[in-house]
């Protein structure tokens, strides 16, 4: 057993190192289930474009989608994070609606008056209020599996997600989906820091203690930059905070050059094959003339975009989780958002 293996028996006490071993059998299982949907309501329309609505884990599911769709769709997707709708939605949107629990209040609100707006409305939960709501408005609800904690199941939320993408045709599907999840099994096993060899997941994570994280990724991959903050925020407690090229270039690349800023800042950043080059220009100049010890460049692998992005969620997973374990939190725990969730209950 590992350093990192002994500090897991101790705390990770609800099982979120399995979960992240369960990515890829999540996938492949939601991808399995999409034959048995009923989707006669959506599938033969004609939608102006997507909205996602969603919170936390279950909104992260939608920004994958835009930048997969971004690259090689057919409609524009848009993630919405909060109560309320977009003033300019019309009946014409299809809109994707996930609750992990089915009771997040924000994505039951916007779902609500997505219904009255007459949008057609599919919903993700695992039951709850989401379940019952959209049934009996005659809407469109897909079953995912429950007992977990959000943001471990985004093989089961965006895997449902994006094989719906695939049946409802507005976005395509890599040609071999079998070896892609195979790779990624792969990449699940070379990160489990509890399993003897070298532990690259945990130098990375040593290596953040006392610091902030910035996480950075090229335009493509945006996302990845997006939940991988949220990772080390929810899982190992720690502040992280994203950023994307070429934005990045036009305002926050003056403080990375600023003498004396970047001493307490550590630095992730995602890249892969397909970055536009004017983009790999800039991250290469960006990494010859700013000195941060320590930045870490992940290059994302991968025959696909789809890949690519899912290769960031694993090693973020296991990195977030690898920095609760070194700080002594157990990585499922989130005292705070319970404390939140109660007052707002009263």
Aim: charge should be negative; charged fraction near 20%.
């Amino acid at each position: 057993m590992t350093a990192l293996g002994d500090l897991a028996e101790s705390l990770d006490a609800e099982g979120m190192l399995g979960h992240l071993r369960n990515f890829p059998g999540d996938l492949a299982a939601a991808w399995d289930r999409s034959g048995d949907w009923d989707l006669s309501k959506v599938e033969r329309v004609k939608f102006a474009g997507v909205l996602c609505l969603g919170m936390g884990g279950s909104a992260s599911g939608g920004d994958f989608l835009a930048a997969l769709s971004t690259a090689d769709g057919c409609l524009p997707f848009i993630a919405h994070r909060g109560y309320g709708l977009p003033a300019w939605l019309s009946e014409h949107w299809l809109v994707i609606a996930t609750s992990y629990s089915g009771n997040t209040e924000e994505t039951l609100d916007a779902t609500d008056a997505a219904i009255e707006l007459g949008c057609e409305v599919v919903g993700l939960s695992s039951g709850g209020a989401l379940q019952s709501r959209l049934q009996t408005a005659d809407q469109t609800w897909i079953s995912l599996p429950g007992g977990q904690p959000p943001r471990s199941a985004f093989g089961h939320i965006f895997g449902t997600q994006i094989a719906l993408a695939w049946r409802l045709g507005i976005i395509s599907p890599p040609e071999d989906i079998g070896g892609m999840l195979e790779r990624v099994s792969d990449a699940v096993e070379a990160c489990d820091f509890t399993l003897e060899g070298e532990d690259v997941i945990g130098e990375i994570a040593a290596s953040l203690e006392g610091r902030q994280v910035s996480v950075i990724a090229t335009q493509s991959l945006a996302p990845t930059a997006y939940r991988a903050a949220c990772q080390l925020n929810e899982n190992g407690g720690i502040f992280a905070r994203p950023h994307v090229l070429p934005e990045m270039n036009h305002n926050e690349v003056v403080a990375w050059g600023e003498a004396g800023a970047t001493d307490d800042q550590a630095l992730i950043i995602f890249s892969w094959d397909g970055n536009h080059d004017r983009n790999q220009m800039r991250l290469d100049w960006f990494l010859e003339h700013i000195e941060v010890d320590p930045t870490w460049g992940l290059l994302c692998e991968g025959d696909s975009h789809l890949e690519a992005l899912l290769y960031a969620v694993v090693m973020m997973d296991w990195i977030s989780c690898a920095v609760a374990l070194l700080r002594g939190k157990d990585p499922t725990a989130i005292g705070p958002i319970i404390g939140l969730k109660e007052h707002l209950s009263q």
